[in-house]
């Protein structure tokens, strides 16, 4: 089970930190990421770490400004965004992939992030 939280209304320029929090499975053997969907669009990936932080993969429209992050301890993967704009207005998610072992990727339900005047 993943759970997200931290979402809310922002001004553009402002920041946020999203935070998943994972049970249910061995959290130290799975890669995890962050996307993103806003209505009538495909959902994109914003970033990825793998099981030990060692790699992080970000897409070019957040790069600089968000860091992706996880504590193994916590089962835990958090996302800090800086320097938020409007088009980062969309509905989080937070994923599993086993890292080690071909599986359905675990999913949470979502939380709403709105960057706004």
């Known amino acids: 089970q993943l759970v997200e939280s931290g979402g809310g209304l922002v001004q553009p320029g402002g920041s946020l930190r999203l935070s998943c929090a994972a049970s249910?499975?061995?959290?130290?053997?799975?890669?995890m990421s962050w996307y993103r969907q806003v209505p009538g669009k495909e959902r994109e990936l914003v970033a990825s770490i793998t099981p030990f932080g060692g790699s992080t993969n970000y897409a070019e429209s957040v790069k600089d400004r968000v860091t992706i992050s996880r504590d193994n301890a916590k089962n835990a993967v958090y996302l800090q965004m800086n320097s938020l704009k409007a088009e980062d207005t969309a509905v989080y998610y937070c994923?599993?992939?086993?890292?080690?072992?071909?599986?359905?990727?675990?999913w949470g339900q979502g939380t709403q992030v709105t960057v706004s005047s």
């Open positions: 994923s599993a992939r086993n890292h080690y072992y071909p599986e359905i990727p675990h």
């Open positions: 249910g499975f061995i959290f130290s053997q799975y890669d």
